[in-house]
């Protein structure tokens, strides 16, 4: 599971985590260790728990339905579907990544459709207890020629 980024998909009240692609983006965030930070693979299991709670449930705008929750290195990806197929997306980001509204952890532009991707977004960023942001690992990553490792083996 070693540097895998998650996805989460939704569909007939079932949660599943699945690979997805890899991302090479880094960026910071608030309370974070010193360096790039990241969204680490446990990010999404704790977002099963966190998409379950009455709290992000009852934000999900009327008549729309999660699809999916995409982990991805620097940002989480959110995809609702609603009446007539209509498809919405949100991007929750690192705060310093910039976007119009800011939760205790992400950053994010609500889209203005569907109404309430603001609350969705405020909902899915509270139910982080700590910061979700950590330091990238960088173990097992070959130097290019003439340059230094990333991090040094210990001992």
Not at 91 to 113: C, H, I, L, N, V
């Amino acid at each position: 599971m070693k540097g895998q980024i998650l996805v989460m998909a939704i569909a007939a009240g079932a949660i599943a985590v699945l690979p997805a692609c890899r991302s090479r983006e880094s960026s910071g965030g608030p309370e974070r260790p010193p360096g790039p930070a990241v969204l680490s693979p446990e990010v999404g299991r704790q977002l099963e728990g966190i998409v379950r709670s009455d709290a992000v449930k009852s934000a999900v705008p009327a008549g729309w339905t999660l699809e999916s929750v995409q982990v991805q290195a620097r940002s989480i990806l959110v995809r609702l579907v609603g009446p007539g197929g209509a498809a919405a997306s949100l991007e929750m980001r690192a705060q310093d990544a910039g976007g119009a509204q800011k939760g205790r952890w992400f950053s994010y532009d609500a889209p203005a459709t569907p109404p309430g991707l603001a609350a969705l977004a405020a909902a899915l960023d509270a139910g982080f207890p700590a910061s979700p942001w950590s330091e990238p690992k960088h173990e097992g990553v070959a130097p290019h020629p003439g340059e230094a490792p990333a991090t040094l083996p210990e001992g």
